[in-house]
């Protein structure tokens, strides 16, 4: 059964960095699209950085320049690297994957991680 497992989310001050972690258990799945998602309170869940098998990534425009997705396959493991955070950031941070390249409605997903932002 493939599962996904985010990590490392928190309370920081805006500025500060944190590193959210996604471990998945199935080894296929170093083959599929990765992604991470948000979702604020009140809001739509939105994209924010995705990664293909073959390690190409893109990001929202909102993130770029902040935030590095990267995927260790050996380690089964992708990480979200946010650095310069803003209250804005501040949202439930879901890891998925998918064989869909554009993550356009990814099959799996994580249980979601809570990064608070403060001003």
């Known amino acids: 059964q493939v599962q996904l497992v985010e990590s490392g989310g928190g309370l920081v001050q805006a500025g500060d960095s944190l590193r959210l972690s996604c471990a998945f258990s199935?080894?296929?799945?170093?083959?599929?699209?990765m992604g991470w998602f948000r979702q604020a309170p009140g809001k739509e869940r939105t994209f924010v950085a995705g990664i293909r098998g073959r390690g190409d990534t893109s990001y929202a425009d909102s993130v770029k320049g902040r935030f590095t997705f990267s995927r260790d396959n050996a380690k089964r493991t992708m990480y979200l690297q946010m650095n310069s955070l803003k209250p804005e950031d501040t949202a439930v941070y879901y890891c998925a994957a998918d064989a869909d390249p554009m993550l356009r409605s990814p099959r799996y997903w994580g249980q979601g991680t809570q990064v608070t932002v403060s001003s």
């Open positions: 199935e080894r296929t799945l170093k083959g599929y699209t």
